[in-house]
Protein backbone atom coordinates (compact mmCIF):
# COMPACT_ATOMS: atom_id res chain seq x y z
CA UNK A 1 0.00 0.00 0.00
CA UNK A 2 3.08 2.38 0.76
CA UNK A 3 4.25 1.98 -2.55
CA UNK A 4 1.39 2.61 -3.94
CA UNK A 5 0.65 6.19 -2.18
CA UNK A 6 3.94 7.03 -3.56
CA UNK A 7 3.75 6.12 -6.88
CA UNK A 8 0.02 8.80 -6.33
CA UNK A 9 2.50 11.16 -4.92
CA UNK A 10 4.77 11.31 -7.48
CA UNK A 11 2.83 11.51 -10.05
CA UNK A 12 0.81 14.63 -8.20
CA UNK A 13 4.01 16.23 -7.94
CA UNK A 14 5.22 15.48 -11.50
CA UNK A 15 1.89 16.78 -12.24
CA UNK A 16 1.62 19.84 -10.13
CA UNK A 17 5.31 21.00 -11.52
CA UNK A 18 4.18 20.96 -15.28
CA UNK A 19 1.26 22.57 -14.49
CA UNK A 20 3.45 25.58 -13.27
CA UNK A 21 5.67 25.92 -16.38
CA UNK A 22 5.18 29.62 -18.05
CA UNK A 23 3.36 29.22 -21.28
CA UNK A 24 5.41 29.83 -24.55
CA UNK A 25 3.82 33.19 -24.84
CA UNK A 26 1.29 35.96 -22.77
CA UNK A 27 -1.73 36.43 -23.93
CA UNK A 28 -2.03 39.80 -22.72
CA UNK A 29 0.89 40.88 -25.35
CA UNK A 30 -0.14 43.49 -27.37
CA UNK A 31 1.32 42.55 -30.16
CA UNK A 32 -0.87 40.17 -30.61
CA UNK A 33 -2.97 42.48 -31.91
CA UNK A 34 -1.09 42.55 -34.90
CA UNK A 35 -0.90 39.18 -35.84
CA UNK A 36 -2.39 37.67 -39.23
CA UNK A 37 -2.98 38.49 -42.83
CA UNK A 38 -2.99 42.27 -43.58
CA UNK A 39 -4.22 43.43 -47.32
CA UNK A 40 -1.78 46.40 -47.78
CA UNK A 41 -3.25 49.48 -50.44
CA UNK A 42 -0.76 51.85 -51.24
CA UNK A 43 -2.12 55.34 -52.30
CA UNK A 44 0.84 57.41 -52.85
CA UNK A 45 4.20 56.34 -53.55
CA UNK A 46 6.08 55.47 -57.29
CA UNK A 47 3.88 52.30 -57.31
CA UNK A 48 0.83 53.81 -56.55
CA UNK A 49 -2.13 52.52 -56.30
CA UNK A 50 -0.90 48.97 -55.40
CA UNK A 51 -2.48 46.38 -53.12
CA UNK A 52 -0.82 43.17 -52.15
CA UNK A 53 -0.57 41.00 -49.01
CA UNK A 54 1.29 40.87 -45.81
CA UNK A 55 1.48 39.06 -43.01
CA UNK A 56 2.37 40.37 -39.28
CA UNK A 57 4.32 37.84 -36.86
CA UNK A 58 5.81 38.17 -33.36
CA UNK A 59 9.75 39.32 -33.61
CA UNK A 60 12.15 37.61 -31.55
CA UNK A 61 12.24 40.91 -28.96
CA UNK A 62 9.57 41.91 -27.15
CA UNK A 63 8.47 44.62 -28.33
CA UNK A 64 9.29 43.53 -32.18
CA UNK A 65 7.10 42.32 -35.18
CA UNK A 66 8.42 40.35 -38.40
CA UNK A 67 6.60 42.15 -41.56
CA UNK A 68 6.55 39.99 -44.83
CA UNK A 69 5.84 41.43 -48.25
CA UNK A 70 5.92 44.89 -47.51
CA UNK A 71 6.57 47.05 -50.69
CA UNK A 72 5.24 44.14 -52.41
CA UNK A 73 8.25 42.78 -52.08
CA UNK A 74 7.07 38.95 -51.27
CA UNK A 75 6.99 36.78 -48.26
CA UNK A 76 10.79 36.65 -48.25
CA UNK A 77 11.25 40.22 -47.35
CA UNK A 78 11.09 40.56 -43.65
CA UNK A 79 10.85 44.18 -42.53
CA UNK A 80 11.15 44.45 -38.59
CA UNK A 81 8.58 46.86 -36.84
CA UNK A 82 8.61 47.73 -33.45
CA UNK A 83 5.09 48.02 -31.34
CA UNK A 84 4.74 50.72 -29.10
CA UNK A 85 0.65 50.11 -28.43
CA UNK A 86 -1.04 51.26 -31.19
CA UNK A 87 1.67 53.15 -33.02
CA UNK A 88 4.53 50.94 -34.90
CA UNK A 89 8.10 52.14 -36.09
CA UNK A 90 9.89 50.52 -38.96
CA UNK A 91 13.52 51.57 -37.86
CA UNK A 92 16.31 51.98 -40.39
CA UNK A 93 16.97 49.17 -42.01
CA UNK A 94 18.35 47.71 -45.09
CA UNK A 95 17.02 44.41 -46.62
CA UNK A 96 18.03 42.84 -50.20
CA UNK A 97 19.64 47.02 -51.52
CA UNK A 98 16.59 48.49 -50.13
CA UNK A 99 16.65 50.61 -47.00
CA UNK A 100 13.25 51.51 -45.44
CA UNK A 101 12.27 53.27 -42.70
CA UNK A 102 8.59 54.60 -41.33
CA UNK A 103 5.88 54.41 -38.81
CA UNK A 104 2.09 53.97 -38.64
CA UNK A 105 -0.97 53.71 -36.16
CA UNK A 106 -3.34 51.34 -35.88
CA UNK A 107 -6.99 52.02 -35.33
CA UNK A 108 -8.63 51.24 -31.73
CA UNK A 109 -9.63 47.79 -32.72
CA UNK A 110 -6.56 46.73 -34.52
CA UNK A 111 -8.44 46.37 -37.73
CA UNK A 112 -6.47 48.85 -39.75
CA UNK A 113 -3.23 50.30 -39.51
CA UNK A 114 -2.24 53.68 -41.81
CA UNK A 115 1.57 53.26 -42.54
CA UNK A 116 4.50 55.42 -44.10
CA UNK A 117 7.73 54.27 -45.37
CA UNK A 118 10.25 55.69 -47.32
CA UNK A 119 12.70 53.50 -49.79
CA UNK A 120 15.96 53.96 -51.15
CA UNK A 121 17.25 51.57 -53.65
CA UNK A 122 20.06 53.75 -54.14
CA UNK A 123 19.45 55.86 -56.96
CA UNK A 124 16.15 57.04 -55.19
CA UNK A 125 13.93 57.60 -52.35
CA UNK A 126 9.93 56.70 -52.87
CA UNK A 127 8.02 57.48 -49.61
CA UNK A 128 4.60 55.29 -49.38
CA UNK A 129 1.48 56.55 -47.69
CA UNK A 130 -0.43 53.02 -47.65
CA UNK A 131 -3.38 51.50 -45.30
CA UNK A 132 -3.27 47.63 -44.14
CA UNK A 133 -6.40 46.12 -43.75
CA UNK A 134 -6.21 43.02 -41.31
CA UNK A 135 -8.42 39.94 -42.51
Not at 9 to 24: Q, R
Not at 32 to 45: A, F, I, P, R, S
Not at 102 to 124: C, E, K, P, R
Amino acid sequence: MRRVSYVLLGALLIATVYSCEPDDFNVNDPRLNYVGTWDVTEKTGDFAPQSYTVSIDLGELASNLTIRGLYAQGPTFITTAIANGRNLEIPVQTRTGLTISGSGTANADYTMINLQFSVNDGSSIDNVTAELKKR
